[in-house]
C-alpha cells in the first residue's frame, strides 16, 4: 500500500501524528452530523493528546496492514480534512476481505467528492491488498450512505439485527458487498 493515492479532484493519504490537530479540528466540526451513526466516544475523544495517540496507532496498523485510514483533501488543499475511510476487519486469504468505513465534512456533501473518494480507496486496496470483497454496514435510514455505495456498485446482502452499538444502543444495519471483477 502507499501512503497517497490521488483521483481526479483530490488526494487521500495516511496521517501521521503531526496532523494531529487538523484531524481533531475536521472531527469536531462534524461532530453532531457523525455522532448520530457511531459508537460513543470517550471523553477524551476531542483532545489533542488523544488524536494524537490514534493517529500514532493507525500509522503502526497501517504498516503491518491491520487498518487503514485515509484522509481525504482537495487537490491544492493540504490542510483542510474533507473526509476519511477507512478499511478495518482485513484479513487476507482465503478471505481477502474488509470493512470499510467513511465520513465526510458536512460543507463538501453532495458534490461528488465522497462518491470519488470512496471509489478510489477500493480500488487502491482490492489492487494493492489483492481483496476479493468489501463489506459495509448501513443504519437503514442513512440514505445518504445506501445512495453512495450502491453508486459504487455495492449490493445490498441483509439486514444484521442489533448489529452495531450506536449512541448506547444496539442499532439494526444493512449489509453491503462489494466483490473484485
Given at each position: ?47 489533542l ?31 483542510d ?41 477500493i ?59
Amino acid at each position: 500500500m502507499k501512503f497517497i493515492y490521488e483521483s481526479k479532484r483530490l488526494i487521500l493519504k495516511i496521517l501521521t501524528s503531526d496532523k494531529a490537530e487538523d484531524v481533531l479540528q475536521f472531527l469536531y466540526r462534524n461532530r453532531y452530523r457523525f455522532e448520530p451513526y457511531e459508537a460513543e466516544k470517550p471523553n477524551s475523544y476531542y483532545t489533542l493528546a488523544y488524536q494524537r495517540d490514534n493517529l500514532k496507532g493507525e500509522f503502526n496498523s497501517f504498516k503491518n496492514l491491520k487498518y487503514i485510514r485515509f484522509f481525504v483533501f482537495k487537490k491544492g488543499n493540504d490542510n483542510d480534512i474533507i473526509g476519511t475511510i477507512s478499511f478495518s476487519n482485513i484479513l487476507s486469504y482465503p478471505f481477502s476481505c474488509a470493512t470499510i468505513g467513511y465520513k465526510f465534512d458536512k460543507d463538501y456533501l453532495h458534490l461528488g467528492y465522497a462518491t470519488e473518494a470512496v471509489a478510489c480507496a477500493i480500488l487502491a486496496v482490492f489492487r494493492d491488498l489483492d481483496l476479493h470483497r468489501i463489506e459495509a454496514y448501513v443504519m437503514p435510514n442513512n440514505t445518504s450512505s445506501i445512495k453512495l455505495l450502491e453508486r459504487i456498485g455495492f449490493e445490498q446482502e441483509g439486514l444484521c439485527h442489533q448489529n452495531i452499538c450506536i449512541c448506547g444502543k444496539y442499532e439494526d444495519h444493512l449489509r453491503f458487498s462489494l466483490i473484485k471483477n
